[in-house]
């Protein structure tokens, strides 16, 4: 079995104006498939084929640790981290409810709060990553990861994510990731899949 091209959760149209039907062509059907493309041949008649992402993830970590050899890691989480991303996002905007608003509320004081800190941190970051929401040590998080370091660098279990590689924005906003990020906090997160992932309290699983 190998790693499919997770499908996109809405039309390619749905986040616009923020995010483009162009980008979503782009960066899904071109970025995204690629890291599918060379997943699945770095596999094909080895150990880890017919394995789920997860544990692809996890190996190829570990092997990256021992050997330096970070291909097939580079690879497999970025193949996660955008079925993850499409998930944290959504057509209509959202507000956190219940479980997830009660724990920000403890965390940052607000949701106003934590939209700050998400475009701050998402902001500062240097060069390609990612910045998440996470639930850690009983509270809500915001973490931020390089390049293509994944969940499994958390050491938390990760609520949402948004894409900081350039890939992600540039179309629609060249270098002005602040404005990108602005547009994508205040309209387009999907709170109710943050609030499903804290109450599972386990981490995400890409689809098969």
Do not use: C
Not at 75 to 89: D, E, K, M, P, T
Not at 103 to 131: C, N, R, Y
């Amino acid at each position: 079995m190998s790693i499919s091209l997770l499908p996109l959760p809405y039309a390619e149209t749905a986040l616009e104006p923020a995010i483009s039907a162009t980008t979503l062509q782009t960066h899904h059907g071109k970025h995204h498939k690629a890291y599918v493309d060379k997943t699945n041949a770095a596999i094909e008649g080895g150990e880890l084929a017919g394995k789920n992402l997860e544990d692809i993830v996890a190996a190829a970590e570990a092997k990256g640790d021992a050997t330096g050899d970070w291909g097939l890691f580079n690879n497999a989480a970025q193949v996660w981290n955008h079925g993850f991303y499409w998930h944290s996002l959504s057509p209509e905007a959202q507000s956190p409810q219940g479980e997830l608003a009660a724990a920000i509320d403890a965390s940052f004081g607000s949701f106003d709060a934590l939209k700050t800190e998400l475009a701050t941190q998402g902001t500062a970051h240097f060069a390609s990553g990612w910045v998440w929401l996470v639930a850690k040590d009983g509270k809500v998080a915001v973490e931020q990861t390089h390049d293509a370091a994944t969940f499994n660098s958390l050491g938390a279990t990760p609520l949402l994510v948004i894409d900081l590689w350039e890939h992600a924005y540039y179309i629609d906003y060249k270098n002005l990731r602040p404005d990108y990020l602005k547009q994508v906090i205040d309209d387009h997160l999907n709170w109710a899949f943050a609030g499903e992932n804290l109450s599972r309290g386990a981490v995400w699983a890409y689809p098969a």
